[in-house]
């Protein structure tokens, strides 16, 4: 555990968080379950932000129901799980309120996974990358399957670690991961509203970039700027727009760029070179190679065809 000056605190084993918590030594040195009870969870320690070199998956009893960019609307009370990633900066100002402590962390070790095909399907799982907001909140049947998971591997690191521990706790969890994969879109679902106005903020958001000639002058919005404006992790909103569109948000970008080329094709005498850079291309050579990728005509070919 250690922390350079103005930097996140660092912990890289296992052993250093137990000592943070004040913990026992943990029982395996890369995969570790942090159990509270019922009447105890554990305590948020130690205080600002840290980054820690292995998966973390926590599971609170409370999550502070208000989704932050602003909708009013309210999930299911009966708590949820937050995940991170190796290496990947957790609390400061992305974190929940003191008091929301959890009442289960596992934390695992990417070695812990090594010669398994988890170790590669993992990576795949995008609410590894969510901000603290974007937690799963789970109904009461929800929460009772995930517990239940936790308790497995409870039992299993308490009570036996032997030839065959490893595969049975791996098993568990793939299956919590798969549950979560199904709730998350679950989620979507139930939020659908609040996505769709979400939706339609974001094509305000387009629309006025290219009105105000923002890609001329900055370049094609990315990713990362879009989640930005609406205070959103870029998995999350890539993720919200696929379960509403079929599209994540680069592709959702290229569809916008496309209609605004076809617009400014057909209705301006521009040339091909002017309209790529209007739409913010370096190159005119990427945009014609987008435009023909989409519509299966170069930017010349539809003016002709429109025309």
């Known amino acids: 555990m250690k922390r350079e000056e103005n930097s996140p605190l660092k912990f890289d084993s296992l052993s250093d968080v137990h000592r943070a918590f004040g913990l026992p030594k943990p029982l395996h040195p890369l995969i570790s ?13 130690p205080s ?7 998966y973390k998956i926590s599971y609170r009893p409370k999550l502070s129901p208000r989704i932050k960019y602003g909708q009013d609307y309210y999930d299911f009370d009966e708590g949820g799980l937050l995940f991170a990633s190796p290496n990947q900066v957790i609390g400061g100002n992305n974190e929940y309120h003191e008091g929301e402590c959890a009442l289960y962390t596992l934390l695992i070790h990417p070695d812990f996974l090594w010669n398994y095909p988890l170790a590669k399907k993992i990576k795949q799982y995008g609410f590894f990358s969510y901000s ?3 937690a799963l909140h789970l109904s009461d049947k929800e929460k009772t399957t995930i517990i239940s998971l936790f308790k497995i591997i409870e039992e299993e690191l308490n009570s036996r670690i ?3 521990s490893q595969d049975v706790i791996i098993a568990q969890i793939e299956l919590l991961l798969n549950y979560a994969n ?7 679902i139930t939020r659908k509203a609040v996505s769709s106005d979400l939706l339609q903020k974001l094509e305000e958001i387009l629309d ?3 009105a105000n000639d923002g890609a001329s002058g900055q370049g094609i919005p990315t990713v990362q700027y879009l989640s930005e404006k609406l205070n959103m992790s870029p998995g999350y909103l890539s993720d919200m727009l696929r379960s509403l569109t079929g599209q994540n948000t680069q592709q959702h970008i290229h569809h916008k ?8 094709l057909s209705t301006t005498s521009l040339s091909v070179s002017e309209v790529a850079y209007e739409l913010g291309f370096e190159h005119p050579q990427s945009f014609s190679k ?3 990728t989409k519509t299966n005509l170069s930017p010349l070919e539809f003016r002709r065809s429109f025309n």
């Open 33 to 45: 379950l942090i159990a509270g009870t019922d009447n105890q969870v554990i305590p948020r320690r």
């Open 48 to 54: 600002g932000s840290h980054v820690l070199s292995f």
């Open 132 to 134: 603290a907001n974007e």
């Open 162 to 164: 032997d030839d065959f």
């Open 182 to 188: 199904r709730f998350y879109k679950r989620q979507f």
């Open 208 to 210: 006025g970039y290219f």
């Open 257 to 264: 760029l496309i209609e605004k080329a076809k617009e400014k």
């Open 290 to 292: 987008l435009f023909k």
